[in-house]
Each structure stands twice: as structure tokens, then as C-alpha cells.
């Protein structure tokens, strides 16, 4: 498997990615109109092109034998040396195998190679093996805000790691 900077050629396997990711992961957390919204809302074709291309974005491809199987993306503010995870998918059928970690970890670390010192990672509430993933991490919860998907409203936990913690 590489994990490598998402090209726009990797538009349409991304998208794949988070329509299967959000199939899988939420029908019990979201109901399916606001997993087809939010999937229409956050992954358009223009909004992915933009964070692949944005400099202060970062969007990683985990890809094996050709195919994308996984995604990161993540923004960053240079002069505030924060950075916020905003999604770690990987493809139902790949997990398992240890791609989201990889994933992580190098957005993690890049993000830190940016000189960001504090991480910001945002997960549903009602998420479980989300919240478990980025505790696993070193991440601590530190909120808990609403988050409107659709038109419904959610609980989103955010997690917080500090560079000097993750060392």
C-alpha cells in the first residue's frame, strides 16, 4: 500500500470511498436522507478538487494494486499552528488492515511538518469506532457542539493532540 498526495485524478475514487464509508458507517447514526445530503454536500466534485489543490490543505490517497481504498483530509492555519483532521475513510471492503492508522499517522505528522502544534480531529458522537480510533491515537476529547447533516441535527465530539503529547 503507498499513501501519497491525492491528485485530481483521484476525484471520483475518493468520492467511491466516502459514499461507501458513510453507507457502512452511519445508517444507524443518520438517516438515509442525510447521509445522501451530506455525501452530495461535502464531496463534490469541486470541493475535493479545491482541497487537493488549496496550500493550506491536505488531502492523502491511501492506494493499493491501483485502486484508492482510503482517504485523509485535513486543512491547517500556519500562522495559528493548528490543523483539523476533517475525515479519515478507508473502503469497507479494506478494513482491517490497518490503512485508516497509516492514514492518521501521516496526516498527523505532516501536519506537524507544517509546524501545527495543536490537532483538532471531529467525529459524531454517536460514531463509537470513530471516537475509539482517534483515542486510540492520543486524542482526548475536548467538545461536544451540534452539527447539521441535511437537515438534521447531530452531536460532533472534537479531539484534541498536542505535539508535544504525541512524541
Known amino acids: 500500500m503507498t499513501i501519497r498526495d491525492a491528485t485530481t485524478d483521484d476525484i471520483d475514487a475518493i468520492q467511491r470511498v466516502a459514499h461507501s464509508s458513510w453507507e457502512a458507517d452511519y445508517p444507524d447514526i443518520l438517516s438515509r436522507e442525510s447521509i445522501q445530503e451530506g455525501v452530495d454536500d461535502w464531496y463534490t466534485e469541486a470541493l475535493i478538487r479545491d482541497s487537493i489543490i488549496w496550500s493550506q490543505a491536505l488531502m492523502l490517497v491511501a492506494e493499493r494494486d491501483?485502486?484508492?481504498?482510503?482517504?485523509?483530509?485535513?486543512?491547517?492555519?500556519?500562522?495559528?499552528?493548528?490543523?483539523?483532521?476533517?475525515?479519515?475513510?478507508?473502503?469497507?471492503?479494506?478494513?482491517?488492515?490497518?490503512?485508516?492508522?497509516?492514514?492518521?499517522?501521516?496526516?498527523?505528522?505532516?501536519?506537524?511538518?507544517?509546524?501545527?502544534?495543536?490537532?483538532?480531529?471531529?467525529?459524531l458522537a454517536a460514531n463509537d469506532v470513530g471516537n475509539e480510533f482517534y483515542q486510540a491515537f492520543g486524542f482526548e476529547q475536548t467538545a461536544t457542539e451540534p452539527v447539521t447533516i441535511g437537515n438534521e441535527r447531530y452531536e460532533e465530539c472534537t479531539y484534541s493532540l498536542d505535539a508535544s503529547e504525541s512524541q
Open 66 to 123: 491501483d485502486s484508492i481504498v482510503g482517504f485523509a483530509h485535513a486543512t491547517f492555519e500556519p500562522d495559528e499552528h493548528t490543523g483539523t483532521i476533517l475525515r479519515v475513510y478507508v473502503d469497507p471492503d479494506h478494513r482491517g488492515e490497518g490503512i485508516g492508522s497509516d492514514l492518521l499517522t501521516e496526516t498527523r505528522d505532516r501536519l506537524f511538518e507544517q509546524g501545527v502544534e495543536h490537532i483538532n480531529a471531529m467525529v
